[in-house]
């Protein structure tokens, strides 16, 4: 008879928890990566292709130059706003300074080697209005003499 009574609890406790849970709402655990997502935040990314090149040598005086291509991998508008060279004998020239999504620019650096000699590496930093604010691409070149 105690049995009867301890296995009937049992099985209304164990009946009334499947029919809780069987209750329960359906919850959405769907997640979309979709780039129109309303909750997605919006930031624009600059993108070099390459951010270093390498002249190999040069002879004093000569002025060379490299462009470096860049795009907007983001999904907002970049804005480049300032250009910045790390010394007066490097000198940069962009093309565009308003990219939208998937839009693509250019930046040519020109060295002018004058009165430098050995091993050189300059930069020029392009400061954005992106989550990352300061990008860099980098120049090399071994300024050799003139031979008489």
């Known amino acids: 008879c105690m049995y009867r009574v301890f296995y009937t609890i049992i099985?209304?406790?164990?009946?009334?928890?499947?029919?809780?849970c069987s209750s329960r709402p359906k919850v959405d655990?769907?997640?979309s990566f979709s780039s129109e997502n309303p909750n997605e935040?919006?930031?624009?990314?600059?993108?070099?292709?390459?951010?270093f090149y390498d002249f190999g040598s040069i002879i004093q005086g000569e002025i060379v130059s490299h462009t470096f291509h860049f795009s907007n991998t983001g999904n907002d508008i970049l804005i480049i706003k300032d250009l910045?060279?790390?010394?007066?004998c490097t000198q940069p020239k962009i093309?565009?300074?308003v990219l939208n999504p998937g839009e693509e620019g250019t930046v040519e650096v020109?060295?002018?080697?004058?009165?430098?000699?050995?091993?050189?590496?300059?930069?020029?930093?392009?400061?954005?209005?992106?989550p990352i604010r300061d990008k860099s691409v980098t120049i090399k070149?071994?300024?050799?003499?003139?031979k008489d």
């Open 11 to 20: 099985s209304i406790a164990v009946l009334s928890n499947i029919l809780a």
């Open 29 to 31: 655990t769907e997640v």
């Open 41 to 51: 935040k919006k930031s624009p990314s600059l993108r070099f292709s390459e951010d």
């Open 84 to 88: 910045i060279p790390d010394c007066g």
């Open 95 to 97: 093309d565009k300074k």
């Open 110 to 130: 020109i060295f002018d080697s004058k009165g430098w000699h050995g091993s050189q590496y300059k930069s020029v930093t392009l400061r954005t209005n992106s």
């Open 141 to 146: 070149a071994n300024v050799v003499e003139p």
